[in-house]
C-alpha cells in the first residue's frame, strides 16, 4: 500500500466527505489528492496531508492530469457530468500502469417512474445485482445516470478495473467538512414546511431502498480494501456493479412519521395529519421539475445487495426510523437558519 496514491473527487460532499474520513482513519499511508472548486484554510487545517488540485468538474486537463497520475480514483463528485466522467476515464486510460476507479451512482436508474403505472403503489419487482446484472446493463438510455454508468462498466478492460457502487436514497449525517445534508429527508421536510403537512402520493404505498450513510460508506471502504488486497474477490466491469441497499421503506409510513416528529420537533401546526396527494399536487412542489418530485416520493426503487453482501457488506447503521427524528431536526434548523 506504501507509496499507492488515490485522487478523489466530491471531497467535501455528503458522500464523498465521509468516504475521505474513513480512508484517513483506515489508511493514514494513502498518498491522497482532493478535486477542489475552491481550496479553503478548513480543509487544509482537517486534512493536512490531503494534496490539492484546484479544478471545477469543467476543468479537464486537470482531472485527467490527476487520474493519470493516481492509482486509485473515487468519483463521488457530479456523477451526471459526462465531461468529468470522460476526463478520467481518459486519464486512466493513458496510464501504463494498473488503475482503479470506484464511480458512485443511484438507485435513480431503476426507478420506475419512467413506467408512470405505479405511482404511489407498491411495485413487487425487486432488482437484483447478480441475477439481473443483465438487464441493469441493458437499461435504456433514458434511465437516470445510466449513460455515464456504461462508459464506466465498459471501460473496464486491459489495465483499467472499475466499480460503480450504487446507493439508494441515503439518510443520516455526514462528517463531511462540506456540505452535510443529503435530500432525502431535507427536501422532504422543505416541502412539507412550505405546505403544512407531510403528503404522500395517492395510496402512498410506493417503495423507497434506504441506507445510511455510514453503511454507504462501509462498502466503499470494503471494495477498496479487497482491492488493496489484490482484488481476487472484486468483480469489475459490468459484473463490478454493487448496490448498497440496507432496507426499504413504504412513503406513506415515512410521512407519517415525519408528520409526527414535526408536530413534536415544533415545524408543524399542531392538528396536522399527512395527507394523500394527487400527482398535480404533488408536481407543483417543484413545478420547474415535476418528474423529480414524482421520482423521490411517488415512484417505487426497490433493490437487493447481493453482490455487495456476498463480498462481505453487513450494514449495521442506525435504522431509518432511529436517525429519523435528528435527521428532521437538523433539517428543519437549517431551514430556519
Same mark, same amino acid.
Given at each position: 500500500m506504501a507509496g499507492q496514491k488515490l485522487f478523489i473527487t466530491g471531497a467535501t460532499g455528503f458522500i464523498g466527505g465521509s468516504v475521505l474520513n474513513k480512508i484517513i482513519a483506515t489508511y493514514p499511508d494513502l498518498?491522497? &489528492?482532493a478535486l477542489l472548486r475552491t481550496p479553503t484554510s478548513a480543509f487544509a487545517a482537517k486534512y493536512p496531508n490531503v494534496k490539492v488540485v484546484k479544478g471545477s468538474f469543467d476543468d479537464f486537463d486537470v482531472i485527467e492530469k490527476a487520474a493519470q497520475d493516481a492509482d486509485i480514483t473515487i468519483h463521488t463528485g457530479d456523477i451526471d457530468h459526462p465531461g468529468c466522467a470522460k476526463a478520467i476515464l481518459s486519464g486512466l486510460g493513458k496510464k501504463t500502469e494498473m488503475s482503479f476507479l470506484i464511480h458512485l451512482t443511484g438507485t435513480g436508474c431503476i426507478s420506475d417512474e419512467r413506467e408512470q403505472t405505479w405511482e404511489g403503489k407498491?411495485?413487487?419487482? /425487486?432488482?437484483d445485482d447478480i441475477n439481473e446484472i443483465q438487464e441493469i446493463y441493458d437499461l435504456p438510455d433514458s434511465a437516470q445516470h445510466h449513460v455515464i454508468d456504461k462508459w464506466i462498466q465498459d471501460a473496464s478492460r486491459g489495465l483499467v478495473? &472499475? /466499480?460503480t457502487i450504487c446507493p439508494p436514497d441515503i439518510y443520516g449525517q455526514s462528517s463531511t467538512i462540506g456540505n452535510r445534508a443529503t435530500f432525502m429527508v431535507p427536501d422532504y421536510v422543505a416541502a412539507a414546511k412550505k405546505y403544512g403537512e407531510c403528503f404522500y402520493l395517492g395510496a402512498g404505498e410506493n417503495m423507497r431502498a434506504i441506507t445510511h450513510i455510514d453503511? /454507504? /460508506?462501509d462498502l466503499f471502504l470494503l471494495i477498496l480494501h479487497k482491492h488493496l488486497e489484490g482484488g481476487q474477490e472484486l468483480q469489475y466491469g459490468k459484473e463490478g456493479f454493487y448496490f448498497a441497499v440496507a432496507s426499504e421503506v413504504a412513503w406513506k409510513s415515512a410521512a407519517e412519521a415525519i408528520n409526527q416528529l414535526g408536530l413534536e420537533q415544533g415545524w408543524l401546526p399542531q392538528g &396536522?395529519?399527512?395527507a394523500s396527494w394527487n400527482k398535480e399536487q404533488l408536481s407543483a412542489v417543484l413545478p420547474e421539475d415535476p418528474g423529480r418530485v414524482?421520482?423521490?416520493?411517488?415512484s417505487n426503487s426497490r433493490a437487493e445487495s447481493s453482490r455487495a453482501k456476498r463480498l462481505g457488506w453487513n450494514p449495521h447503521a442506525p435504522s431509518f426510523w432511529e436517525a429519523l427524528a435528528e435527521d428532521c431536526q437538523v433539517a428543519a434548523y437549517n431551514l430556519a437558519n
Open positions: 498518498d491522497i &489528492t407498491f411495485n413487487p419487482h /425487486v432488482w478495473k &472499475t /466499480v453503511d /454507504v /460508506v &396536522t395529519k399527512a414524482l421520482y423521490l416520493w411517488g
